[in-house]
DNA sequence: CGGTGTTTAACCATCGATTGATCACAGGCA
DNA sequence: TGCCTGTGATCAATCGATGGTTAAACACCG
């Protein structure tokens, strides 16, 4: 005889009520609705028996699966794992769950994740690595998911975020650089389609000019991705040029990584012959070759914060798009140096 | 006016049908009790209408959410990632959602993962982290769940599970130490509650016997935990005894990361002075100072094939338990060298 | 043409929880 | 005593899909 799970009426016939009256007792919202006394005794025999809500049942009528679902690009990058990770703990703190949409590799279009995220009655939605004008967006405000977005954000103000401070960070970089004594410093960005991208290149430039440093557009690249291989291409098409340069400002970790190879391609060393930074302090950054100085971004934070807006706007959907961001620091490590000792980059 | 999904209803009504006639057709196991004129014309329809089956109605008839968890200790272990990601593109690609759970730091205990699991009506579980005695598998095959361990399994074999050939890979390890002309190898294991950790112990002592090397207890620690602070400690503590060895081989990358520290605090180089060798070849060791020699394990595949059994054994749940072990290969990166440069280790 | 056998599709109860409508009953007040 | 009010619990419909059972339609045959 399988011990099946017990269920709301096994509750209520055992406490001699109706099932109705269980789900009321059960729900906080409408507990009211009964006497003190005979919730509590309903609670006890609910207890006793280990009674938990089906989520499918009640799902099914009340149109919430307590699930929502989060979409990252790849998880092998090591900047999304805290962030899921955050997410996972604070959705799993207020009962909900959390299904993993590794969109990268998957031959369904975004489209197809919002019908398969509608059909599973999802009840909202974190995207983890948004386009500036992403169309899985406007679909999710057409059907009224509640939506959030982290790490980057869209055009469309209008949509709740949590991402870090962009501005802040490439100025932290930047003055970081400067004090080090470098005046020619080359910038690798990232895909202009991104907000990140977009809005670290827009800074770099305009803190160029804050500092009243020289603006050579032939040492300023925005890469393809953000990715190691393409961040090796940007810096060989700069030194290309054969310009003087002692830094790299680079827009990302995996940028910065790729730097590493071209300067090692080309016999020179970094950060003796070439300074680089990176942005968002990866796991495992501080173990590179060498140890890669960087912005630390609270990766966990930044999930835990999406969560919290999230479960904020499931309760309250009407409620105004909230934008939260956070503070990157520097962290200093062996990846720059003055350029006092530096060979210029020759060829 | 909401432009609502349609259902089996809207369908129905539509093909002039009843809704159980739809639902038949639908389902290709019953497909048959239809006329095949019918058929296509409610296939038709239902597509012209978008119809999509509601995920939520049929698992609650049908006892079947197409939901699968994967339990992970921790998501920012870069081990787990690629797993990860292996087994949601599989089980997207069958029509199953993932759910992660990352048992890590979650305060409810084990069992209540496996509650939440029960209540949601879960159709199975892939654990990637096992111990060698799991309450969590037992509770799964008392309550019928179908289960699929990954990475690490159980001292009951008979539990379906993906794991990587340990002894193959320790003795490809040990094998390129030897060759490389050491003989006094330290070794720095694993948890002993963990099968990874067992099993590489006990191969490499007896692929010591096999080789024909001295047994040198002094030289063999079993970490704490698969972390760098643990292989640190643990090889800070051979390293008390003052004893001669010339390589490292660790039973984990992060082992080996650990090494690396309590070598630079001593002051000594690897691998100059110690060679160290790792097992997994998670992403990124070929960054590290210096890249890491280790095994590779396809970690990527070790999900698919997780998914793969899991799949199988859901459609199947009496069959057997299938163990599928996957050969890890040696990548030699800069970690070791010959111990003929080797200056002893002394302090 | 009536009887039997076989498809084919409709009917309806069901999964478990929720909720608007409804009823029972106690107490208050004239 | 009779009527009203309000609290507290029950009734019954519902969410969408499914599947065992049953009715209808049709073919076949003596």
Known sequence: MVKHRANIKDVA?????????VSRVLNPATRSMVSEDLAAEITRIANELGYRRNPLASGLRTQKSYTVAIVIPDLTNPVFPPIVRGVEHTLDAHGYNAILADSGSKQRSEKGIIENMKARQIDGLILAAARRK???????????????????????????????????????????LIELGHRCIAYIGGPQNTSTGYTRYRTFLKMLKTFDLPVDRDLIVNAKAYTEPAGQAA?????????????????NDLLALGCYDAINEHGLNCPMDISVTGFNDMPYVDRFNPPLTTLHIPLDELGVQAALLLLERMQNPGALAKQIRLAPHMVIRESTTSPAENTPPNK
Not at 13 to 18: E, F, I, L, W, Y
Not at 235 to 251: D, V
Request: glycine share 6%; net charge negative.
């Open 13 to 21: 016939s055992r406490a001699g009520v109706h099932p109705s009256t």
């Open 235 to 251: 810096l060989e098409h700069i030194m290309g040029y054969e310009k003087k340069f002692t830094a790299i400002l680079t827009a």
């Open 134 to 176: 992403d169309p899985i967006v406007n679909d999710c405000i057409e059907e009224g998911i509640p939506l959030v977005l982290v790490n980057r954000t869209v055009d469309n103000h209008n949509v709740a975020a949590v991402i870090n401070d962009d501005e802040l960070g490439i100025e932290l970089a930047l003055k970081h």
